[in-house]
């Protein structure tokens, strides 16, 4: 099986669209690579596959190898040089993982500071990542797939996707808990161990299902749906690592105000009410945009005010066709920086927020603490 070098599986779920789950993944990736894993990610969102852009590998093609496909490479396992001074906004100060109140004018709160930048080099850990869009013609192919064929390549995936040693295999899926998911979970609850992966004699360890992280966001009519995402982990047999609550506040860059734009506080709840852990609130940061969109590092403090039209880094946006009629962004705008997106991560306000999440991910799946919510389901 391909995913016999995997040593953990992680599946990233929600029963609610536009959550920004694939944004979860990839950070939750790049969090995991900063802390030595060798890490991959599976996008099987056939119809909408994101994982590609947020990565700034949209080019690359998948090459053929004997027995299967080889996922793309993101970045070697390397050693990074010393981070960027970077002072963060008053979020990660105030946003903190257990959910607290951020509704409060930020006057008084002492802006955090980049903990990579302590001068020393950083080992991380590969990543590599496999999707439909890699396979596609242009971004703009539409995937008009009927269920059969949706889980016949999924199937494929599982099966031929011949990964490297991966600590870590992050699978993100489509929103629902319909064809793609119940293809995934048999094939993976048949072909992987459900405990602890352990060693006999010195042989390899299967690979290990090490459960789910359920993405959310605050407001009410999310919850609700990603209920069933809950539910469908009791009924197949799916452990819970743990749930994050996405776009969970957003502190102001110019006057340093936060808002709960979408409520806040309904993923706690819901963990709470389920008996799950809650991994933490995530707020929303225009910088992580910037980043994955135009390969431009985080930048805090210099921000424009006024001028429509503008961006953040004070750039005047406008968009253009290409030849096949897909709007892109002018070409001052998709010059990228150099340098590999994990290290302008570090300069992320988002960057602690998901070391601690990252943290609670590992330590779970160490422990065998992740909770079977069978017990819940009617």
């Not at 909408?48 to 993101?74: D, N, T």
């Not at 802006?111 to 890699?134: C, E, K, V, W, Y």
């Not at 979408?262 to 709470?272: D, L, Q």
């Not at 253009?320 to 709007?327: C, F, K, M």
Request: glycine letters at 10%; aromatic letters at 4%.
């Amino acid at each position: 099986m391909s995913l016999d070098n995997v040593k953990n599986i992680v599946l990233i779920l929600s029963g609610k669209g536009g959550v920004g789950k694939s944004s979860i993944t990839t950070q939750l990736a790049l969090s995991l690579s900063l802390a030595g894993h060798s890490v991959g990610i599976l996008d099987i969102d056939l119809t909408g596959p994101s994982i590609p852009r947020l990565l700034g590998i949209e080019a690359s093609k998948v090459k053929q190898a004997p027995g299967g496909w080889l996922p793309v490479e993101v970045h070697p396992s390397q050693i990074l040089p010393p981070a960027l001074p970077t002072t963060y906004p008053p979020t990660i100060s105030t946003t903190a993982t257990n959910g607290a109140n951020t509704n409060e004018e930020l006057s008084d709160v002492t802006p955090s500071t980049n903990r990579h930048a302590d001068h020393q080099p950083t080992q991380i850990g590969s990543l590599h990542a496999m999707s439909l869009a890699f396979l596609l013609a242009s971004r703009s192919s539409a995937i008009v797939w009927r269920g059969p064929k949706k889980t016949a390549m999924v199937r494929q995936f599982l099966t031929s996707v011949l990964w490297g040693p991966t600590d870590y295999l992050l699978i993100d899926t489509p929103p629902g808990t319909s064809d793609e998911h119940i293809s995934l979970v048999e094939t993976l609850l048949k072909d992987v161990t459900a405990p602890l992966p352990s060693t006999t004699n010195g042989a390899s360890p299967r690979p290990h299902l090490a459960g789910a992280v359920i993405v959310t966001t605050p407001q009410a009519v999310a919850i609700s749906d990603v209920r069933k995402e809950l539910n469908f982990c009791g009924k197949t047999g799916v452990r819970v690592l743990g749930v994050v609550e996405n776009m969970s506040g957003y502190v102001c860059e110019c006057c340093g105000v936060a808002t709960n734009l979408f409520s806040k506080g309904g993923g706690e709840v819901m963990a709470r009410e389920f008996g799950v852990g809650f991994l933490g609130g995530v707020p929303l940061d225009s910088q992580w945009g910037v980043l994955v969109e135009e390969g431009v590092r985080p930048k805090y403090g210099d921000v424009v005010k006024d001028g429509a039209g503008e961006n953040a880094n004070g750039s005047i946006a406008s968009n253009e066709e290409d030849d096949e009629g897909e709007v892109e962004t002018n070409p001052s705008q998709r010059e990228r920086e150099e340098g590999l997106l994990v290290d302008k991560y570090r300069s992320c306000s988002l960057c602690p927020v998901f070391e601690k999440i990252a943290k609670q991910v590992v330590d779970t799946i160490q422990d065998g603490t992740a909770v079977s919510v069978g017990q819940l389901v009617s």
